[in-house]
């Protein structure tokens, strides 16, 4: 089966406004009010071969590379972001098997997933969190499984199941693997009951698995005994970059009901979209998902070339995409006002509260944020200590849309980024480079290379004795606005020669936007007080919606419209 391309995707599923579409809108909003999970959807994307997308070659799937399944996955999940966990929960434990799983373990999974089926994964515990290091599942040494998991995407009906479990005392190398086939376990050994249900994404299946003595076939280790978490760990990296689809999939669906009003109601003589308050609001809002588009691109490509990089990069485009798709949200429900809250009596309604409560979820289901920002904080000096000059060649792949990208190789992810942030590392450069062909964007190019020669000693002074004790996850929060604009000053120079967000080639009003937006808020102030210079974002973005297209980099055509 060849690769599945969003606009085929688009012109198969409809469009989506159409009350009548099983795919649609209204469809969606129906399933949320009853705590449905999205079947008939689910059933029509695995018909298309929407489930192979993440799946390499080998294992029968179709993907090439990230970027291209982020634009996918984020068109589906513009329409019900239930899609991802109804198709795609199983990424993890297939990430951990291509990780350190034995060729026949590889073999099993890729045809369940071929099929349709699931592979669950099996970390988490209620009573500990993110803090798995104190996590209680044991496999005991004669294979015997005893504990209990909880929010298992996919829980009820999977075929099989990645369980981490403690055969240990201390530290990461107390947990190890097991990959279990839900069929072969006794009865009463496994119960699998529901998980508590969710305010958004309603109707996914999550469970709490429950493990009463139950018995592991002897070849059902994973890898070697203590390594379960560490892969666990590195396979969350592709988890964060596809959960980013899902927050831009929803940014953009609620940043299209925005410019949908907006442009059509009217206040006297005057489009809302043209008056002053909204017009602001939406400017912040689109420059918003400018900017996490751009990082989230940026992300997917980088993966690829620079894997090592990715137990910090992956955060901090987590953080940023997921923090900034809330907050347009918000921005988008001030225009919408009381429209935003109704559920009957008006085009759309339910809509935009549950893109509300999806978000709110997406935001999480990995890992809290302040958890996500921790894990890195002890990376920091590395980080911004400064460093060797990247080669000019990465930079150029990871940052040239068009440029051919290297095989994704998962062995090469890591725990823990090594020597310098090659985005930060090359601003310099960049920086001067392009300040030249930037206007008054410049001013606010200097701005952010003056910004990131400061995170060193901010990181410093927060480790000092007598800091404040949020001041490294404050820093840690800084160091992701500000990489995030420093990838889209490298997007916007390595594309100079085409046209991104539908603008003139080299026009560098929405990079001006983005790097407004990102900047006030690695500085923690209202994007708003930017002003003028986010309005380029919002021009972009009524263009695209009218052309009828994806708000992306490179834009993606819609299904047509009634």
Known sequence: MSPLTPEELEERLGDPS??????????????????????ELCAELVRAGFHLNYLPGDWGGTFESFDR????VRSAARRDVNIMPGTMFSIIAATCLQLHGSVEQQLRAAEILRGGGA???????????????????????????????????LGLRCDAVYVIARTGERGPGAFSAVLLETAGVPEGRLERVPAPRTGGMRGIDLATLRFHGTPVPSGALVGKEGEGLEAAVKAQQAVRLMSMAGSLGIADSAVRIALDFAAARRVGRTRLVESPYSRRELAVAAAALLAADAVALSAARGVHVVP????????????????????????CGTVLATR?????????????????????VVRVIDASTLANLRSYTGQLPTLTEGGARPDPAVLETVFTLDADLPPYEPARLDMFARGSDPVLAGLPEAAAAAAGDLGDTGELVRELADAVAGLAELTRAARQRGADPNALVDAAE???WLHAAACCLHLWRANRDRSLYG???????????????????ADGVDPRHRGAVLAPALDAALALRDGNRLFTALPVRLATTR
């Open 119 to 153: 592979v669950a994964f099996a970390l988490t515990e209620a009573g500990h969190g993110s803090d798995l290091l104190t996590n209680e599942l044991r496999l005991s040494p004669d294979g015997v499984l005893d504990g209990e998991k909880w929010m298992v995407g």
């Open 308 to 331: 090592e990089a990715f137990s910090v990069w992956a955060l901090s485009a987590k953080h940023v995409v997921a923090e900034a798709a809330d907050d347009l949200i918000r921005r």
């Open 478 to 480: 800084r160091y992701a």
């Open 69 to 72: 399944s982020l634009t996918l």
């Open 18 to 39: 159409d009350d009548a579409n099983p795919y649609g809108f209204a469809a969606a909003v129906a399933r949320d009010e009853r705590d449905e999970f999205p079947e």
């Open 503 to 521: 603008a003139e080639p080299g026009s560098a009003g929405w990079l001006g936007a983005a790097l407004g937006y990102l900047l006030a808020r």
């Open 340 to 360: 935003s809250v109704l559920r009957e009596g008006a085009p759309g309604a339910g809509l935009f509260q549950k893109l509300q409560r999806d978000s709110a």
